[in-house]
């Protein structure tokens, strides 16, 4: 089974600021990762696909990157909007899927 | 617009079964694989099972194997889970979720809203 790890697994910041977030796979997954988006009480919402592109409908603030074993979501400039838990997500095995364990990114 | 929209969530004893329903709308339902995944209350994502349009493939997370079937209707839009021998760690609130594939894999780029199943005596 391929593990996800993320980190931070909280971070606190202030709209405006520049975000990095890092999804560490156990195994390589070439560019099969994808990342979400949950706020309280939501269900998750697809912000990436296939390590580096958007999905429909989600702002150019939002860019992902990486390959193999490292994965990163940048966030360029935190609207209040982006606050919430943050997921990775493969499926580099098929038919295998494993999520991250998240990291939550709170209003400082 | 497309929707899924998850019922048949309820409380449950431990050994006891239930099935989950999702139905699909604004989307072409047989062109697409479906999953069911689970959250734990204040607990993370986990996928459960996904399958095939045809229902001709399915695939399971090891922990529910030999204890749920994932199925679909496709003349209904509508997939199922069925599930037996419900454990107190089987408690999460399931989605309902749409594969679709990029160039090289899937992700899940609808969910449903989500319905709570708990397992309690």
């Known amino acids: 089974e391929v593990v996800l790890t993320q980190s931070p697994a909280t971070l606190s910041l202030s709209p405006g600021e520049r975000v990095t977030l890092s999804c560490r796979a156990s195994q390589s997954i070439s560019s099969y990762l994808a990342w979400y988006q949950q706020t309280p009480g939501q269900a998750p919402r697809l912000l990436i696909y296939e390590a580096s592109k958007r999905a429909t409908g989600i702002p150019a603030r939002f860019s992902g990157s990486g390959s193999g074993t490292d994965f990163t979501l940048t966030i360029s400039s935190l609207e209040t909007a982006d606050f919430g838990v943050y997921y990775c997500?493969?499926?580099?095995?098929?038919?295998?899927?494993?999520f991250g364990q998240g990291t939550r990114l709170e209003i400082k | 617009e497309v929707q899924l929209v998850e019922s048949g969530g309820y409380l449950v004893q431990p050994g006891g079964s239930l099935r989950l329903s999702c139905v699909a709308s604004g989307f072409t339902f047989t062109t697409y694989w479906m999953s069911w995944v689970r959250q734990a209350p204040g607990k993370g994502l986990e996928w459960v099972a996904t399958?095939?349009?045809?229902?001709?493939?399915?695939y399971y997370v090891d922990s529910v194997k030999g204890r749920f079937t994932i199925s679909r209707d496709n003349a209904k839009n509508s997939l199922f889970l069925q599930m037996h021998s419900l454990r107190a760690e089987d408690t999460a609130v399931y989605f309902c979720a749409r594969e679709n594939f990029g160039a090289y894999v899937s992700f899940f780029d609808y969910w449903g809203q989500g319905i709570l199943l708990t397992v309690s005596s």
């Open positions: 997500q493969q499926r580099g095995h098929w038919p295998q899927v494993t």
């Open positions: 399958i095939k349009q045809d229902g001709s493939e399915q």
